[in-house]
């Protein structure tokens, strides 16, 4: 650690400014020379495998005993911590610090200090910039977001662990991970916030992925009259009550399954005669399946088409009603706001769970089927 320092993030850091594609071998360089990839795996604790973020509880004894680069990447952007600029040029020289700064990816504070407004999570040895997650001192609900998640990790290996395709498309890349994951000749990445774009192709550069390129648009507007034979989202899913500003990866409208419907009843125009389609997605609904089943009976997926929706986790609405109203409360609600939004929902859409699930869309003739986990 050679002294490295560090102190809380200062309360309000500068607007985070998109990156450039540019300055990815900047970083990348830095994360080879590190190690992070391998560290990622072997020095996090199993137990926090789950999320994609190191967790600052439970990092000292991780951190402890690394080279003086390691554990400044590690602590700027992995656990978010600020670090003494004199000490930070006794693990990188100064004129790689100057660069960084420039680039956006350090920024001082309180003039002696240097931190990373931005994270790196690494997914299947992929290294993606983000922004902060919603733990970390340095989130903020109105800031533009380039967002990787708990359920990304649990979705990404199903993506790339799909039958290698001839051309992919990832809807909604947000960061970009499905994308680097796609295992296609070509892949072609969406995105409608430009924020989030710009870090996608950050990502791509960062990671050297020429076959994978990112426009920028709405859903399968930006590939009108476009095939592909592998195609993947992980879409917006959470509800958004009138007047409640949710950041655009997770706004699904009102009742959270807009962006849902509107990607399933586009996907058979966009797919090969063989293709397959992997969306993960949330909703509320009976102890049985997801509202969504309902909607997927009577729209289908489109003639030629099977939809398999998989259930992978079920929750009573109690805990779903916490998370929510916290969150809205976080994006501008007050709590009397933000319960009565719920109020609200549950009344349009009587439920009593939320469901996590994988759907699958393939050749077929029309059937759509739930698959629940076995009760044990």
């Given amino acids: 650690m050679a002294g490295l320092m560090h102190t809380p993030a200062a309360a309000e850091p500068a607007a985070l400014a998109a990156p450039r594609a540019g300055d990815a071998p900047l970083l990348g360089a830095l994360l080879a020379a590190a190690d992070l990839a391998l560290l990622d795996q072997l020095a996090r604790p199993v137990e ?18 690394l080279d003086p680069l390691a554990a400044a990447v590690v602590r700027l952007w992995c656990l978010g911590q600020t670090v003494e600029a004199a000490e930070l040029t006794q693990a990188l020289d100064g004129e790689t610090v100057g660069e960084l700064v420039a680039a956006g990816l350090l920024a001082r504070r309180d003039g002696e200090r240097l931190a990373a407004p931005w994270r ?21 609900a109105a800031a533009p977001v380039a967002y990787v998640g708990p359920e990304s990790l649990y979705f990404a290996p199903l993506v790339a662990g799909a039958r290698r395709a001839r051309r992919a498309l990832d809807l909604g890349t947000g960061a970009g991970l499905l994308a680097l994951l796609a295992p296609a000749a070509e892949v072609v990445a969406v995105e409608l916030d430009p924020f989030a774009a710009a870090v996608a192709r950050f990502n791509v550069a960062l990671g050297m992925h020429d076959h994978v390129s990112v426009r920028e648009g709405s ?8 095939r592909f034979d592998l195609i993947v989202a992980n879409p917006p899913f959470l509800p958004a009550p009138a007047g409640v500003a949710l950041p655009a990866c997770g706004d699904g409208g009102p009742n959270g399954d807009r962006v849902l419907r509107e990607l399933i009843a586009g996907l058979p125009g966009h797919l090969d005669g063989d293709g397959r389609a992997l969306v993960y997605g949330e909703d509320l609904g009976t102890l049985e399946e997801p509202h969504l089943a309902d909607w997927l009976r009577e729209h289908g997926a489109g003639d030629g088409f099977d939809a398999t929706l998989h259930v992978t986790h079920t929750r009573y609405n109690e805990r779903t009603a916490l998370r929510l109203t916290d969150l809205w409360r976080a994006c501008g609600a007050s709590e ?9 929902l549950t009344e349009r859409r009587p439920s009593t769970h939320h469901h996590s699930f994988v759907l699958d869309v393939r050749p077929g003739s029309g059937r759509v089927v739930v698959r629940r986990p076995p009760r044990v």
């Fill in 336 to 344: 009397q706001e933000a319960w009565d939004a719920w109020r609200e």
């Fill in 48 to 65: 926090h495998l789950r999320q994609p973020f190191w967790d600052p509880r439970t990092a000292t004894e991780a951190v402890r005993g």
């Fill in 120 to 140: 790196v999570a690494t997914v299947l040895q992929r290294h993606l910039l983000v922004t902060p997650p919603a733990h970390d001192d340095d989130f903020d």
């Fill in 219 to 226: 859903l399968f507007a930006p590939v009108a009259g476009e």
